[in-house]
């Protein structure tokens, strides 16, 4: 049975992806949040599956108590380690403010979010996925990091895509180095997904300047997903991927 964690997934994007891994028998799936108790969406997936395919942990990413105590409890469901790490927990809380207005106290909780809350996660569980067979990490981004189309809708997310940037640059690097120890990264794109928090608060910058940009839904975003997680081998470690397979410019 194979194993896969995954972060940020009491709603939206994430519990989209759970949905999608227990559609495979063989699969078994920790399903992370702050409060898993408070998701009415975990809670009715946990009514529809057992314990040996579906477990809920208490996971806050920003904290490294938290990070530390879901290990602890995450080791003793997997003595034999983790298979898929899948870190798609994320914050766009400065959507379409532009640099000259920013806070720049908001600007640095976002980028503390999107670096040090996924330095501390996967630092903490590195030696999980080490252990086990497969060895893979998927780490969710956006299009809007990649520096090569930065010019590309420029008033969007000024402050996200920079974030982004920065996280895929993190993996990049780091990836590399964990690619000497038989460890898979990876960066996906899930796509515009309008039907989440992150997405939906885009849509009508979106729709008014970039109406040629088709969004995708919720379940298209975490089969892609889930997808490129299964179906890239270790000879793509280090690459960032579209949510359809096709490789993205850095």
Known sequence: MSSYLITGSSRGLGLQIVTELLKTPSSKVIATARNTKKSAGLQDLAAQYPTDRLVLVDLDVTSETSIAAAVEAVSKILPGGLDHLISNAGVNDLALIPFEEVDLTLFKEEIDFSLISTILLLRGFLPLVKKSSTKKIIQISSVLGSVELAGYMPGLTPTYSVGKAALNMLIRKWGASLKNEGVTTLLAHPGWVKAT???????EWMEKYAPETKSVTPEEAAAGVVKVLNE?????????FNYDGTKLPW
């Open 197 to 203: 928090d992150i997405g939906g608060a885009i849509a």
């Open 232 to 240: 890239k081998t270790f000879e793509d470690s280090g690459s960032f």
